[in-house]
């Protein structure tokens, strides 16, 4: 099973941006898709980016523009930079890791986003 590390979290004022940081233990270049999703207390976890084989991505309605997923598959990282950050981004980012699409993916511990004045 892959490890995945999430880093970058905080606390930021509305308006502003954070970048998010996912390691991976092992290769990720060759994967079904690699990316964020996230969970607010008390709703589902949903979707927010992800990188699909062959660099195909897929956003979330509510974070496109404003948000940005990037891989560095020599690092064996995915990144999602976040601008324009709203307080309902407020939530726990996961790393999400899926190897084969009739496989289960792996997930990171997560990482906290407070979007807060």
């Known amino acids: 099973q892959v490890q995945l590390v999430e880093s970058g979290g905080g606390l930021v004022q509305p308006g502003g941006s954070l970048r998010l940081s996912c390691a991976a233990s092992?290769?990720?270049?060759?994967?079904?898709?690699m990316g964020w999703y996230r969970q607010a207390p008390g709703k589902q976890r949903e979707l927010v980016a992800i990188i699909k084989r062959g660099g195909i991505t897929d956003y979330a309605d509510a974070i496109k523009g404003r948000f940005t997923i990037s891989i560095d598959n020599a690092k064996n990282t995915v990144y999602l930079q976040m601008n324009s950050l709203k307080p309902e981004d407020t939530a726990v980012y996961y790393c999400?890791?899926?190897?084969?699409?009739?496989?289960?993916?792996?997930w990171g511990r997560g990482t906290q986003v407070t979007v807060s004045s």
């Open positions: 999400s890791l899926k190897r084969e699409l009739y496989l289960a993916p792996d």
């Open positions: 092992e290769s990720i270049s060759s994967n079904y898709y």
